[in-house]
């Protein structure tokens, strides 16, 4: 029976007792210990059931590998499901529930399916719920949804009271693993004077070292990792931070990690968690290894663990996961679970070894001490209840299982070996070679992950890169650290003792030639229950690829992700296929290492700032002034200006009718504003638009369309040259972001040599159209800029002071009028906005909204992104050949453009439309065409794209795609409407007002 030690335990604090609940029961922990510890302080072996069969299971590590004690934690609005006792870090009045069982631990009725489990192989949904044919709705379906997933969802009604942050950090060397091997790395790199950020997923510095009983530099390990911590601290080069776990690595040196800051310390005001967003020029790995398991029969009931497990919490926290232990290995890291027991007075019963020639020095110390080593033999299976194991029976290692002694324990101490933790090497690129040694995937120097600049961008070091000895593992952190810094290692490595250990000899299932009875009981993913046999069956089913393996079995797909189960179940279907275990392979390592809470990854993006409601720096004045407003992306822009007793409609009208005859303002501040700078400029923006850019006049405007490599419109503005390697490229509300990431993938993707560099400054600047026949005028009243035709004409722009404040002048218009638009620094929007309501009182200025604007450019046939275009549309079918250029050689999506169907004759062409009786057609409607399709639908002939009444021309006008419109001028058609009716519309241009552009002449 496990239970807690009398003495010891380095990390609890014996001095503060800790309450918790444990399914209801009350119980008791110390300040130090892990929930899984204090459990089995308190004599709770059997900490949860397994997936499928419902088995009883314990906990079998000591660390984030857990695939049994699953828990959920907390209650209410703090609820969290499938928790790992062995991360989960113990609190005064925590509560806790198990999982995976009704109606409770102890009596599970899902334990039936153990007793059907030769009815349930692997793969066998696949096979069994294809019929009858009629129970998959009414029966399968509602089982598979009752029996799916681990743990309960926390409540629907719940709300997450806490906070969560981001944290974005650029260092020169990021180090993942703060055991001896990251520290000596640190060190090492600090010393050359590169930024250091060493991160480490546990509370505490060193890893397995005090546990092991290493000594460093002549020093007890504890005493060395104190020392080196505090040299550390010191250094104002270098950031240490604990309870930060490296959950994955990317391309150009981005990683993220995640960090518990609360979690051990709820309601203290702080953020639970943080996700750091981390740029390393380099990164260094030492995260350690892995021990693995043995496959056994009965090797999954509790009181089974690794052996690193059962040290560490002897010596952790001074608890006996038992009082009679078997230790069953291949190597002779194992013997020390063996010397710690011993240490402390725990019997150990027997150290059952695979290895014919037995083990080295540590071996023998045991034998020394009189502790019974029995060489050359296995477990054949292992016997108990649910509460845990009772005892072991031992067979020759090679033969079958033949039973020749049973050995009385309550804890069996198992060791298969260690595998390096090669999932951040392997996130990022970095190949794997197999170690025949250590029967091991280890990383491979030769092929590391590699930044741009071709050099290694990740360094594996010491158990991480296959260094299972201390000394070997400092020699080589000491020296990956300055490499990583760029310099050399000043100095020599901590020094330790070197390792001295026999052989070990790889062990994938006891005994070697078990039957297939056994082979039935041996457990290979505990969580999912995925058995020896089970591997086999896939292999014999023709499932041969080590990832249709893992799907057919579920194989490494649980919570744990494969970290115990991976390396043996590769080497059973080795065996199964006669293959070598290199040429079965690995699955996929996929970040985050483990898992990580949705509301990290969220942030502060939840509630309000889910999508945060951007506002321009006239926001405040249209609350004020009556504006309705309308999303457009994340902006909240006026639809219009509505005064009392007027309808929006009445809004709309006065809006456009005093700007086409007089004065308008129109809020512009969101289009999207991007710079594009550099020798290699004005390449990129041709390859970017239709037309050509790159022969734009410092002081020029020109209106460019741009395209995705599909070859479709995606995008339009105008682009003005500020300087000979200088573009700011105008985009539309909605694409700023979008196409900002357009252009940032292309440069890094595919012209990455281009020295080019772009930067969306929308929210930099505020602009305002100033929109009339007496836009010049007010402009003038300001003063300060000249704004005379001669002085700048249409399609230039101009900058300077305007009323005080630097100003820059675009000479462009979207509604047909004469017009301006003026930027200035977004501090400045809200006194441009005032001025040019005082200097525009005059002239009867009037602010007007997208409502307005939508209408005044529809009467002019200019073309709406999002409205003419759908993701189909390409700009010859918008009557846009003179914006493509013929001159140019390429540009994105002109390839595209070439393929039969885009040039296509009978492709819909953009028209205007009239309905007969003027009234307004809707929007979306279909022109119909003769005849039926397939379906019993009308055919269509065209659709209507956008649609308005023209307060101007004083009847309704639409834009449309029709088939040959552009050679159907005059014909009339009729368009869907309704209630099943019908509008008959006549084709027209698509320009309504002033064709001549007389009126933004002027």
Excluded at 60 to 89: C, H, I, W, Y
Excluded at 112 to 130: D, E, I, M, Q, W
């Amino acid at each position: 029976m496990s239970k807690r030690l009398s003495t010891g335990g380095r990390l609890i604090d014996r001095d503060t007792s800790l309450r918790f609940t444990f399914n209801g029961t009350h119980l008791r922990g110390h300040q130090g210990d892990t929930l899984a510890s204090a459990l089995l302080a308190n004599g709770r072996t059997l900490m949860g059931r397994s997936f499928k069969y419902h088995r009883p299971r314990g906990v079998v590590t000591s660390g984030a590998e857990e695939p049994n004690a699953l828990f959920g934690l907390g209650k209410g609005d703090r609820f969290e499901p499938n928790q790992r006792a062995t991360t989960a870090e113990l609190f005064d009045g925590a509560t806790t529930e198990t999982q995976n069982h009704w109606p409770s631990l102890e009596t599970d009725v899902g334990a039936v399916n153990a007793s059907l489990s030769r009815f349930l192989p692997a793969g066998f949904y696949y096979k069994t719920f294809l019929w009858p044919r009629s129970f998959w709705k009414h029966v399968y379906e509602p089982f598979i949804r009752r029996s799916a997933g681990l743990g309960k969802a926390p409540d629907k009604d719940a709300r997450d009271p806490d906070d969560y942050e981001h944290f974005h950090i650029h260092t020169d060397v990021l180090i993942v693993g703060g055991g001896v091997a990251g520290l000596a790395a640190a060190k090492s790199a600090a010393a050359t004077g590169a930024e250091v950020l060493l991160v480490e997923q546990t509370s505490h510095w060193g890893g397995r070292a005090p546990v092991d009983g290493a000594e460093i530099d002549g020093m007890p390990a504890d005493a060395w990792i104190e020392k080196t911590v505090a040299e550390l601290e010191a250094m104002e080069n270098v950031r240490l931070r604990t309870r930060v776990m490296g959950s994955g690595i990317y391309d150009h040196g981005y990683a993220l990690a995640y960090e518990r800051i609360a979690d051990h310390a709820p309601e203290g005001g702080r953020p639970r968690h943080r996700l750091w967003r981390i740029r390393a020029r380099r990164i260094v790995t030492a995260t350690g290894a892995i021990e693995r398991p043995i496959a056994f029969a009965g090797n999954d009931l509790p009181g089974i663990m690794l052996a690193s497990a059962v040290r560490d919490y002897v010596v952790n926290h001074a608890v006996a996961p038992g009082d009679r232990t078997v230790v069953v290995c291949n190597n002779d890291d194992a013997y020390r679970t063996a010397l710690v027991l011993d240490d402390v007075g725990l019997k150990v019963a027997a150290v059952v070894d695979a290895r014919p020639q037995g083990g080295g020095t540590l071996a023998q110390t045991v034998k020394d001490r009189g502790i019974r080593v029995l060489q050359g033999k296995a477990i054949a299976k292992a016997k108990g209840t649910k509460t845990g194991v009772t005892a072991v029976g031992i067979c020759e290692f090679t033969g079958t299982g033949d039973v020749t002694e049973t050995i009385a324990c309550d804890c069996v101490a198992m060791s298969g070996g260690w595998s390096p933790v090669v999932h951040l090497w392997s996130h990022a690129g970095g190949k794997l070679t197999w170690d025949e040694t250590e029967a091991q995937f280890r990383p491979d120097p030769d092929r590391a992950p590699r930044n741009e600049d071709g050099k290694a961008m990740v360094h594996a070091v010491g158990a991480a890169n296959g260094h299972f000895g201390t000394a070997e593992g400092l020699a080589d952190a000491w020296d990956a650290g300055a490499r990583a810094a760029g310099g050399t290692a000043s100095g020599a490595a901590p020094a330790a003792a070197a390792r001295d250990e026999a052989a070990m000899m790889p062990v994938w299932l006891m005994p070697a030639n078990a039957k297939i009875g056994l082979r039935r009981k041996a457990w290979l993913d505990f969580q999912n229950d995925v058995k020896v046999s089970d591997v086999a069956l896939a292999a014999q089913e023709g499932f041969t690829s080590v990832e249709h393996t893992k799907r057919y079995t579920t194989l490494g797909m649980a919570t744990d992700q494969g970290k115990l189960s991976n390396i043996n179940g590769l080497a059973i279907l080795a065996q199964a296929l006669d293959q070598e275990i290199p040429a079965v392979g690995t699955t996929t390592f996929r970040p985050p290492y483990t898992p990580i809470s949705l509301a990290a990854i969220a942030g502060e993006a939840r509630g309000d700032l889910f999508q945060p409601v951007r506002r321009t720096p006239m926001h405040q004045w249209h609350e004020e002034n009556g504006a309705v407003f309308e999303p457009v992306g994340h902006w909240r822009r006026p639809y219009c200006f509505r005064r009392d007793g007027e309808s929006t409609e009445e809004a709309v009208r006065r809006e456009i009718d005093r700007t086409r005859h007089g004065l308008g303002m129109l809020d512009a501040s969101t289009l999207g504003k991007i710079i594009v700078k550099g020798p290699d400029a004005g390449r990129f923006v041709d390859m970017l638009y239709t037309n050509m850019m790159s022969s734009l006049k410092v002081g020029a405007c020109r209106y460019g369309l741009m395209c995705s490599e599909n070859g479709f419109l995606m995008d339009d503005g105008v682009v003005a040259r500020l300087s000979d390697d200088t573009f700011l490229c105008h985009t539309t509300t909605g694409g700023a972001e979008r196409i900002h990431a357009h252009m940032e993938e292309w440069l890094q993707t595919e012209w990455w040599d281009w020295q080019v560099w772009t930067a969306n400054v929308t929210e930099q600047w505020a602009q305002v159209a100033v929109v009339g026949p007496h836009a010049r005028k007010v402009l003038e009243k300001l003063g300060g800029i000249d704004v005379s035709k001669e002085a700048l004409p249409f399609m230039r722009w101009t900058e300077g002071t305007l009323a005080g404040l630097p100003a820059r002048i675009f000479r462009i218009s979207f509604s047909g009028e004469l017009s301006f638009e003026v930027g200035v620094p977004a501090n400045r929007g809200r006194a441009l906005w005032d001025a040019l309501l005082e200097a525009g009182e005059e002239f009867g200025i009037t602010p007007y909204g997208t409502e307005a604007l939508h209408v005044m450019r529809a009467e002019k046939g200019f073309i709406m992104i999002g409205d003419e275009t759908d993701g189909t549309v390409i700009p010859q079918d918008l009557g846009l050949h003179w914006a493509i250029s013929k001159k140019k050689e390429d540009y994105i999506g002109k390839r595209a453009q070439a393929r039969s169907h885009m040039a296509d004759p009978d492709r819909w062409q953009l028209v205007g439309l009239e309905t007969t009786d003027g009234s307004v057609l809707d929007d979306g409607a279909y022109a119909i065409a003769d005849g039926t399709n397939a379906n019993g639908q009308r055919n269509t002939q065209g659709r209507v794209t956008s649609t308005y009444h023209s307060p101007t021309l004083g009847r309704g006008i639409a834009m449309g795609l029709v088939l040959h419109g552009t050679d159907r001028m005059g014909e009339e058609i009729d368009f869907t409407a309704e209630g099943g009716a019908t509008r008959r519309a006549r084709i027209v241009s698509p320009v309504f007002y002033d064709p001549e552009g007389e009126r933004q002449n002027v």
